[in-house]
């Protein structure tokens, strides 16, 4: 799949491209795909003990993702998908508050899902997104 353009920003993305072999994101078009993006420290890979500090750093990093792949960040994006451990209201309501600071003005379609285990075993959430980027995909030379 060598026309497809793949990115993993520095820090915790390098580090997941060379120990498990994935990268963050991938440019496909005007489409950006992210990988699923928890609340750890970008740099350091350490993730927030309490669940709404984790979520809010999980927005984030998908923040930093989509623009390190040359996107504008959370404007831009029309899917989420996100998997909790554990669900309840207390982590659909940290989504909410994100969902209302990063996206204003308008509501993605969301799959939102509780699972047993995520990736690591400090990881309580997981946020995976899709971002219309037209004006980025001309940027990277695509038609």
């Not at 040359?70 to 309840?88: A, D, E, L, T």
Request: aromatic residues 10%; negative net charge; glycine residues 10%.
């Amino acid at each position: 799949m060598s026309h497809l353009q793949y990115y993993s920003y520095a820090g915790v993305g390098v580090e997941n491209r060379k120990t498990f072999h994935y990268s963050q994101a991938v440019r496909i078009g005007d489409r950006i795909e992210c990988a699923g993006q928890g609340g750890w420290d970008p740099a350091t890979g350490v993730f927030e003990k309490e669940i709404n500090a984790q979520i809010d750093l999980a927005f984030a990093n998908v923040e930093r993702n989509l623009r390190d792949a040359g996107g504008k960040g959370w404007g831009q994006v029309f899917r989420v998908n996100s998997y909790h451990v554990p669900i309840n209201n207390e982590a659909l309501d940290a989504m909410v508050r994100n969902f209302k600071k990063y996206m204003p003005d308008h509501q993605p379609i969301w799959t939102c899902v509780g699972v047993t285990r995520l990736g690591e075993d400090d990881m309580r959430v997981e946020i995976e997104v899709v971002a219309h980027d037209p004006e980025g995909a001309t940027a990277a030379g695509w038609r």
